[in-house]
């Protein structure tokens, strides 16, 4: 029993060693993880923002660079237009398309809708 009850001990001493190891890791990687990365993530995912809107060329929407060159020319803000509170400034024409994906942006997160925007504003 004596024997069995030291086995625990050095079991739960070497478990409790290991843990602090785990938790720097976990740490290291969200470091590396940016707001752009989970921007990235939303475009290509959840949003499926890339099927209309390519880096440069534009295909059903404009390119990722033109609204990013607009918005940023015109200091308004992609996460307040994502929101469905903001008139759009860089093809009226064809506001009907996007507006169908005001849906689902509009259930994101605040948090969500900045990585979006800085996302597409890192496009230069
Ligand atoms: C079905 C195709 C389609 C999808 C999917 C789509 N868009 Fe668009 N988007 C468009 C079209 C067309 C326009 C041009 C109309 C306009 O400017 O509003 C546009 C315009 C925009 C604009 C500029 C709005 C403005 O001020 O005129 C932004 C920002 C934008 N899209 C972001 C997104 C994001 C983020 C997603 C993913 C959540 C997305 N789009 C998904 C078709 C799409």
Known sequence: MKKLLFVF????????????????????EESTYSTKDLGK???????????????DTKIIGPSIKEISKIYRDKKASI?????????PIVDPTQYEIMKANLQITKTMTEEELKALEEYMLSFK
């Open 9 to 28: 001990t050095l079991v739960f001493v070497f478990s409790c060693k290991k843990e602090p190891e785990v938790v720097t890791n976990v740490l290291v």
């Open 41 to 55: 993530e939303l475009f290509e995912g959840k949003g499926m923002c890339n099927t209309c809107h390519k880096e």
């Open 79 to 87: 996460s307040v237009f994502l929101q469905g509170e903001a008139e």
